[in-house]
């Protein structure tokens, strides 16, 4: 029989789980009230078009996520754990037009992570696998 503590501490995973859960569930909702879906990786929304490359990758790689920017735009990211914890964010502001942002993983530890890149008007987010 699993001791006090023991079923306490699963509790918690699960209650995180869920949250995360939750969280992406509400996210891919307010997502899909604004944005047209290219492919599975890409994303395009009112003033942000977005494509995810790749979205498994060995650990120490980095993730690519290539931005089309409709005008100059300040654009927010964050990457969250599986159990909803930040492990980066990064805001700067990109000019209209193309441009890349490179997010080394180096000191990701393995696992799944939601990323979030956002603007005023759009939001995308796309799971990625670090193995």
Excluded: C
Excluded at 6 to 11: E, L, N, Q, R, V
Excluded at 17 to 30: C, D, H, N, P, R
């Amino acid at each position: 029989m699993p001791t006090k503590i023991a079923m306490m501490s699963m509790i918690q995973k699960i209650s995180s789980l869920l949250l995360l859960f939750v969280f992406a569930l509400g996210t891919v909702a307010i997502a899909q009230q604004s944005q047209d879906v290219l492919s599975a990786n890409s994303y395009a929304g009112d003033d942000l078009e977005v494509e995810w490359s790749p979205t498994a990758i060995p650990s120490g790689e980095k993730v690519s996520i290539s931005i089309n920017m409709s005008t100059e735009n300040e654009m927010h990211t964050e990457f969250r754990d599986a159990l909803g914890e930040k492990v980066f964010e990064f805001s700067a502001t990109y000019p209209e037009g193309a441009s890349k942002l490179h997010v080394h993983t180096d000191s990701f530890e393995p696992g799944v992570y939601v990323v979030r890149v956002s603007t005023d008007n759009s939001t995308s987010t796309e799971q990625v696998i670090i193995q």
